[in-house]
């Protein structure tokens, strides 16, 4: 069975290629930042494994170099990539003769996603599923992109080399902005671990009028909007506002629906996701992505429709829920 | 409660907001919250450093999608971008708004079908879906009636608007359409909670009830999108007439 980890090592190779060739190029404090950030990808179980065995050193050494990250992002700021006049004459010239042929390993990588999504579980060698059942979507996309690479070495009769030099080449482009949402999820690890959800749960249900169902509702709308800006994700908002407001106050005091608070809440929480530059691999990762001047210019297209929405959304549980 | 609440890990977030608004590296100011809201709350060093790699290594999922990154690269190389825009160029009628439209539409239904990982911003909108925007772009901008004429060139500013629009819309397509699955995180993290305080829910309950904000969310992006390209015209039709005035 294809596991993810077996994916992992793959990522953790491509890494440690990506450092290898920004050391030749004498750029060795992005090639530190890749070198650490292959880490986590080879080394990852064995981390895992030790800190469930109470062997800590693995894992503390692992967090100091998410220290040495974060000082060396800040000192490879993104540079915008100016491709030569060759290139891009190289490129045209690439995308007249090719044609369409082009577009069968690119949509082959969300073709194959949907093949193997569905197919995968189905599949059994000798007793066990080809996917991993734990990340089946993640496992699926991974083996299509690799199919893929393969189609496109095909069409494009490049070597498996030039591949892993292009790849590094847009690796390079997005720079620290790729892991952020690594770095994200793991302070959203901290922030639970040491209380900050419980500290805004009880001032939230301190400030706010508890007789009233609706100053109630607008109190969990917002602090839904508010605590998935500020922690980037509206999952790790959901359980606070819920224990803090929600279910004390609105499903148990108020008697509201929970299936619709819950779905139309947790969708409130989206709204929030897209305002913040928390949600780095939504809103800053593209800006990065699609060379845009300001970091924040996708979070600027979707303010209007964002605040729409949480407009609606309010409306509609006020309506709905109290039924 | 046994514990009274201790306020003192808030720093983190106050390091958060300040860092974002100072426009400081987004990489070394959350690595800066977390050490400041770990010790804040009194844990002492050799425990946060295990605190930070043990999160940072459980969450190595989210950088699967760097798999794509070479044959992305490789294809890109070779003019995928190019052929897009021209490909898109192509089609007479397809305006900016009905082509976004038409993704937005595209990526909630696959969404709803549980399928979010099929596009997203490296796998289609860098390669694909940005470039094809642009094209759509230039010809909406093209005069009307007239499809001998070839489709005028985007200015910078043009382009970067319609970049980050494009990617908008994926965010919104995939954020108002997942919720309707009903294997999706999102609603097993629902259904889990209340499970754990006394409510047994059925998924397909809770999913349901995402219909009606996706649809909301499908109406208002979709109308946003044809307010865009409506000033985008006008924007244009506004510096013809002060040129030719000139």
């Known amino acids: 069975m294809l596991k993810v980890e077996h994916l992992y090592l793959v990522v953790g190779a491509f890494l440690l290629a990506t450092a290898w060739m920004n050391l030749r190029a004498r750029r060795a404090s992005m090639a530190a930042f890749w070198a650490i950030l292959a880490l986590p ?3 990852g179980d064995a981390i895992l494994a030790a800190l469930a065995a109470g062997r800590a050193w693995p894992a503390q050494a692992m967090g100091v170099g998410v220290l040495a990250l974060g000082v060396l992002a800040a000192r490879n700021p993104l540079r915008p990539s100016t491709d030569s006049i060759e290139i891009v004459a190289a490129r045209e010239h690439s995308a007249a003769t090719l044609g369409n042929r082009l577009f069968l390993p690119a949509l082959a990588i969300p073709a194959l996603t949907l093949v193997l999504y569905f197919g995968g579980r189905h599949v059994a060698i000798g007793g066990t599923t080809l996917l991993d059942a734990k990340a089946v979507t993640l496992t699926a996309l991974g083996l299509a992109s690799l199919v893929a690479l393969a189609i496109a070495l095909r069409t494009t009769r490049a070597t498996p080399l030039a591949a892993i030099g292009e790849g590094r080449r847009l690796l390079d482009a997005l ?9 994200l999820a793991t302070l959203g690890s901290v922030f639970a671990a040491t209380g900050v959800g419980d500290a ?3 001032i939230a249900s301190a400030v706010i009028p508890v007789d009233n169902r609706m100053a109630c509702l607008l109190a969990f709308a917002l602090g839904m909007v508010g605590f998935t800006m500020i922690m980037g994700n509206a999952f790790a908002a959901f359980p606070v506002m819920m224990a803090g407001i929600g279910l004390p106050l609105l499903v148990h005091r108020h008697g509201a629906d929970p299936a619709i608070l819950g779905a139309i809440g947790m969708l409130t929480g989206y709204c929030g996701t897209l305002l913040t530059p928390m949600a780095a691999n939504f809103n800053i990762v593209p800006a990065v992505l699609l060379e ?7 979070i600027r297209k979707q303010v209007a429709t964002a605040l729409a929405l949480m407009v609606v959304n309010v409306g509609l549980m006020a309506v709905l829920v109290f039924r | 409660m046994a514990d009274p609440i201790s306020y003192w890990p808030l720093l983190g977030v106050g390091v958060v907001v300040a860092g974002f608004a100072m426009r400081r590296n987004p990489v070394l100011v959350v690595v800066t919250a977390g050490v400041v809201s770990g010790l804040a709350s009194g844990k002492p060093v050799p425990e946060l450093l295990a605190l930070l790699g043990g999160a940072f290594v459980e969450n190595r999922l989210l ?5 794509t990154f070479p044959v992305i690269g490789l294809l890109e190389r070779h003019g995928l971008r190019e052929r ?6 192509g089609f007479r009628g397809l305006t900016l708004a009905r082509f976004l439209t038409t993704y937005l539409g595209l990526r909630q239904l696959l969404g709803m079908v549980g399928l979010t990982q099929v596009a997203g911003h490296v796998q289609t909108v860098r390669p694909l879906v940005a470039p094809m925007s642009e094209a759509a772009a230039a010809r909406s901008l093209a005069p009307k009636g007239d499809d001998e004429v070839a489709p ?3 200015r910078d500013d043009e382009k970067h608007d319609v970049r980050a629009m494009a990617a908008a819309t994926d965010n919104v397509g995939l954020f108002f359409g997942e919720d309707v699955f009903i294997a999706f995180g999102a609603v097993l993290l629902i259904q889990g909670f209340y499970a754990r305080n006394g409510i047994e829910l059925e998924p397909l309950s809770i999913a349901l009830w995402a219909l009606p904000t996706a649809i909301f969310a499908f109406a208002i992006h979709a109308t946003r999108l044809w307010l865009m390209q409506r000033r985008m015209r006008r924007a244009r039709a506004a510096t013809e007439v002060k040129r030719a005035e000139g």
């Open chain 1, 200 to 202: 805004i749960a009880a």
């Open chain 1, 41 to 43: 990808f080879l080394a």
């Open chain 2, 84 to 89: 897009a825009r021209a490909w898109i160029g």
């Open chain 1, 175 to 183: 720079g620290w902005a790729v892991m952020l949402p690594m770095v």
């Open chain 1, 292 to 298: 845009l001047p300001d970091p924040y210019g996708v």
């Open chain 2, 152 to 154: 005028p060139q985007l």
């Open chain 2, 63 to 67: 950088l699967l999608l760097l798999l």
